[in-house]
């Protein structure tokens, strides 16, 4: 079974720029999340998909990021424009969304090292 | 929202000693699950135990929800054992809140 697929590995911008990240969750994972991790620290959480709709985003920095995941499947992050303190690594990851009570596993991807000068 | 404290930040170890990483949270969770980290930075799931306990080879974990904390043992620890360690908790379904870590080196 193929694992969570993130492109790209590294990415270096000038602030002010545009920058992209893709996801690929597991196959059949229908909840699909996104995560911030500033070195040193542990991850935190930016959004939420359930299939295409959104679950929560309370902690996305809605002024300059967005994502979508249209047919429910992949997704796409979006920093515009970036800031210094951007920089992180975005660590996708996917679970299958089982009914309330049952463990529902997070997998996660490689992540996306980002580098803002 | 709920705070997670993880301790040691950080612990070296001699290959073959064993140790014992703590999770504190500040209030009732219905997910805990424990994390490695490993130094090419992939998220790999160890355990999910929001009570009781579990072993699986050279780790086990505990968790006593009544007094809000969680143990992670490892025991004759390996070199492939170094990385950072994160505790993550949720009260709620899926959103997961994550520790600070513990950064675990083993020397060989």
């Known amino acids: 079974e193929a694992g969570v697929a993130q492109s790209p590995r590294y990415k270096i911008i000038e602030k002010r720029q545009s920058v992209a990240f893709w996801c690929n969750p597991i196959?059949?994972?229908?909840?699909l999340y996104w995560y911030q991790q500033i070195l040193g620290q542990g991850p935190k959480l930016l959004i939420q998909?359930?299939?295409?709709?959104?679950?929560?985003d309370s902690q996305l920095p809605k002024d300059r990021f967005s994502a979508e995941r249209l047919k429910g499947v992949d997704s796409t992050l979006k920093i515009q424009p970036a800031k210094l303190e951007d920089s992180a690594v975005y660590l996708c990851?996917?679970?299958?969304?089982?009914?309330?009570?049952?463990?529902?596993?997070?997998?996660f991807g490689p992540g996306t090292r980002l580098t803002v000068l | 929202g709920i705070q997670v404290e993880q301790s040691p930040p950080d612990l070296i170890l001699q290959e073959g000693a064993n140790s014992t990483l703590r999770c504190n949270f500040s209030?009732?969770?219905?997910?805990l699950q424990w994390f490695h980290q490993n130094p090419w930075g992939q998220l790999i799931n160890l355990f999910y135990?929001?009570?009781g306990t579990k072993q699986n080879g050279r780790l086990s974990a505990t968790t006593v929800a009544t007094e809000r904390y969680s143990l992670l043992y490892i025991s004759s620890s390996q070199t492939t054992d170094s990385g950072v360690y994160f505790c993550?908790?949720?009260?709620?379904?899926?959103?997961?809140?994550f520790g600070s870590g513990t950064q675990l080196t083993v020397l060989p």
């Open positions: 990851a996917s679970s299958l969304a089982v009914p309330s009570g049952i463990p529902d596993t997070q997998y």
């Open positions: 196959s059949g994972h229908a909840t």
């Open positions: 998909f359930q299939n295409n709709g959104v679950v929560d």
């Open positions: 209030d009732s969770v219905n997910n």
């Open positions: 135990i929001p009570s």
């Open positions: 993550a908790v949720s009260d709620s379904a899926r959103q997961l809140t």
